[in-house]
């Protein structure tokens, strides 16, 4: 099963499979010594993970997130071109999946993508979880993040306006193929979390900014 969390910046995406990351025992890229294992996905060439493998907490399929979520902006934009890009991210999301693995991605330059998806979904389920946080919210979070207050707000929003048509476009191509929600943040969160047989409770905010 891959989960692909789409949504335009500062609407959620990581601060949402952080908390899922939360579930599976990850703190920080470290595994601590407890029941729950994350294990860092690491290359020779790349100083931080690509992903991580973490065991089901209660003996379920294990889990592999791609990307890193060491930095504000995680997830699959930590995999830049020099490391194959979107080719890379999945690819490997084919081969996790194929190796028995739930798998999640996310990342801005994938929520608008449609071709490397159908054929993903062509050969695993593929849920697409397409994240409604309202535009106002995104520019405001983009603009905390950023440190840039209000003056760059009104570019910030037009930016955001533009992600999320191409974002919708994508999405409604994407219908014919996976199974596209429109969802709120924790709405999404829910739903990831009864996907993966998770308990549903809510656990701890990772940053306290949604991105």
């Known amino acids: 099963m891959i989960i692909n969390v789409r949504g335009a910046g ?6 949402l499979v952080r908390r899922i990351l939360w579930d599976y025992g990850w703190r920080g890229g470290i595994a601590q010594a407890s029941p729950l294992t994350a294990e860092p996905i690491l290359r020779q060439e790349r100083q931080r993970p690509i992903g991580y493998r973490l065991t089901h907490p209660s003996g379920g399929r294990s889990l592999v997130v791609l990307g890193h979520y060491e ?17 890379e991210v999945f690819c490997l999301a084919h ?31 593929v ?9 106002e919210q995104c520019s405001r979070n983009l603009a905390r993040r950023r440190r840039t207050g209000q003056k760059s707000l009104a570019a910030i929003t037009a930016s955001v306006l533009g992600e999320q048509a191409r974002i919708e476009q994508a999405c409604a191509v994407l219908e014919r193929r996976a199974d596209v929600e429109y969802v709120g943040f924790e709405q999404a969160l829910v739903r990831v979390r ?10 701890p905010i990772a940053n306290g900014r949604p991105s």
Request: with cysteine.
């Open 127 to 135: 849920h697409i979880l397409r994240l409604t946080t309202p535009v």
């Open 194 to 203: 009864t996907l993966l047989r998770l308990p549903l409770q809510a656990g």
């Open 71 to 87: 930095v504000t902006s995680g997830g699959c934009d930590t995999i830049r071109q020099r490391d194959g890009g979107l080719d």
């Open 95 to 125: 081969q996790q999946g194929a190796a028995g693995h739930d798998v999640i991605i996310e990342g801005l330059r994938l929520s608008s993508e449609v071709e490397r998806t159908k054929e993903l979904a062509r050969l695993h389920r």
């Open 10 to 15: 500062g609407s959620g995406k990581t601060e």
